[in-house]
């Protein structure tokens, strides 16, 4: 069995474990420890079982004992929870590691930390980050995730909109696209317009996000697909956060993307766009 621990709140990490279990795992299925929000879209997680965590995770792992436990983002959890007693005797130990504002997160890592038999590195870490990594790891190497394929009802995602009804075609469109808060969107709406004005244009604007959030401009084309990579193609701008999936995404279109990096307690999304926007050339 493969158990993957991915604590937090976003859907950033059940993207990101979807990917892995693609690229590595030839899509197993796998039992997925999370209690984010959107695990209640039967898009999100495919074939993979979600599991919430109810009592220590200690407790869970060692019923469910896992043949693989892989930890995603955060060596320690998103708290610290997780530490070497957490291990069942026999598990094989795997951690996905991307970015962190690493001077902040280690305050919270424990002083048994799990050794890990492999950790692969979806992004460059900082040196600091990088260090522990080995320390704690017996092997780290980089790994190049690949998204499974988009099911072919998702192909036309942008055919339906949360209203009802028959959303603009991207096609040309600028494409606004976030899972967050809705005060984040409407930054990122303003953005889109602000980089419009600077260049210019007129667009039309579609926002791709679970929700229309309240108060966005009748001007402003809402829906809702997932995943939303095949749209990127189509679009004549891609207007993101520097989340770690988005940007990952967006490679093979740097020179369209426009980022807006976000604080968040332990990613770090500026050092993430501030690298993409120094290998990407603007048209």
Request: charged share 20%; net charge neutral; proline share 10%.
């Amino acid at each position: 069995m493969i158990v993957c621990y991915a604590q937090g709140g976003g859907l950033g990490h059940l993207t990101r474990l979807r990917a892995y279990l693609h690229t590595v795992h030839a899509d197993e299925p796998a039992t997925v420890l999370s209690g984010s929000p959107f695990t209640a879209d039967p898009r999100v997680l495919g074939p993979h079982r979600l599991l919430h965590l109810t009592g220590s995770p200690a407790a869970v792992l060692a019923e469910l004992r896992p043949e693989v436990l892989v930890v995603d983002a955060f060596p320690a959890g998103i708290t610290g929870e997780l530490d070497a007693g957490c291990v069942p005797p026999g598990t094989r130990t795997v951690h996905l590691a991307r970015l962190l504002r690493w001077d902040a997160y280690r305050e919270v890592l424990p002083a048994s930390p799990i050794r890990f038999d492999r950790t692969w590195t979806v992004e460059e870490p900082t040196a600091a980050h990088g260090a522990h990594l080995s320390r704690v790891s017996a092997a780290v190497q980089p790994l190049e995730l690949v998204d499974p394929p988009a099911p072919a009802s998702d192909s036309s995602a942008a055919s339906v909109c949360s209203a009802g009804s028959v959303a603009s075609d991207v096609d040309g469109a600028w494409l606004i696209l976030h899972a967050g808060p809705a005060a984040e969107v409407h930054e990122l709406v303003a953005y889109a317009a602000e980089c419009a004005a600077a260049e210019g244009r007129r667009p039309r604007l579609v926002l791709a996000a679970p929700h229309r959030p309240a108060g966005l401009p009748d001007g402003v084309a809402h829906i809702d697909p997932f995943p939303a990579w095949p749209l990127f193609e189509q679009a004549e701008r891609v207007i993101t956060a520097a989340g770690f999936n988005a940007v990952r995404q967006m490679r093979p279109w740097r020179a369209k993307h426009r980022m807006l990096p976000f604080p968040r307690r332990w990613d770090d999304q500026f050092t993430r766009a501030a690298r993409a926007r120094a290998g990407s050339p603007q048209p």
